[in-house]
């Protein structure tokens, strides 16, 4: 049985460095979910006038999914001056309409950052993308490392 280095180097530290991207979005993912849970610490709730509805179109494969996000406006406690932003979540359905009123949470730090409050619940599923992402790529990993242990079992050995 020969050991063939070029392949070997190549293949594993391809997996390496794909290990390596997947540690990373992983940490992105954290980082993320710790921002949104901290969000939601400091939140403060308010009432806030619905000023537009934006539609967003997701499309997970064949199907599209229409997600309705809320420009809203609304006095941050001990401010003078309405604040107007686009909510951070998607509306619940059905959305409400122009011009209804519906409780938000925002960051007294930064009033521009609205979300929600129907919504509170859901900071769990924050970063949940870096974590699919770091997931199919850890998956990668794997198969390169796999690809390089059949090579080493099979073709090699004959």
Same mark, same amino acid.
């Given at each position: 049985? /020969?050991?063939?280095?070029?392949?070997?180097?190549?293949?594993?530290?391809?997996? $390496?460095?794909?290990?390596?991207?997947?540690?990373?979005?992983?940490?992105?993912?954290?980082?993320?979910?710790?921002?949104?849970?901290?969000?939601? #610490?400091?939140?403060?709730?308010?009432?806030?006038?619905?000023?537009? @509805?934006? $539609?967003?179109?997701? /499309?997970?494969?064949?199907?599209?999914?229409?997600?309705?996000?809320?420009?809203? /406006?609304?006095?941050?406690?001990?401010?003078?001056?309405?604040?107007?932003?686009?909510?951070?979540?998607? @509306?619940?359905?059905?959305?409400?309409?122009?011009?209804?009123?519906?409780?938000?949470?925002?960051?007294?730090?930064?009033?521009?950052?609205?979300?929600?409050? $129907?919504? #509170?619940?859901?900071?769990?599923?924050?970063?949940?993308? !870096?974590?699919?992402?770091?997931? @199919?790529?850890?998956?990668?990993?794997?198969?390169?490392?796999?690809? !390089?242990?059949?090579?080493?079992?099979?073709? !090699?050995?004959?």
């Amino acid at each position: 049985m /020969s050991i063939h280095l070029a392949p070997t180097v190549l293949l594993l530290v391809s997996a $390496a460095v794909v290990l390596l991207v997947a540690l990373g979005l992983v940490l992105k993912g954290r980082s993320v979910r710790r921002t949104a849970a901290g969000f939601r #610490e400091r939140a403060v709730t308010t009432r806030a006038t619905v000023t537009a @509805l934006e $539609a967003k179109d997701l /499309s997970f494969g064949t199907e599209p999914d229409t997600r309705y996000f809320a420009r809203v /406006s609304f006095v941050p406690a001990g401010a003078g001056e309405p604040v107007d932003a686009l909510t951070l979540t998607d @509306l619940p359905t059905p959305p409400p309409r122009v011009g209804e009123e519906i409780e938000v949470a925002y960051d007294p730090e930064h009033p521009e950052r609205v979300d929600v409050a $129907a919504t #509170e619940g859901r900071a769990e599923g924050a970063g949940r993308t !870096w974590f699919v992402l770091a997931s @199919l790529l850890g998956l990668v990993a794997l198969g390169i490392a796999a690809a !390089w242990l059949v090579l080493v079992l099979v073709v !090699w050995t004959s």
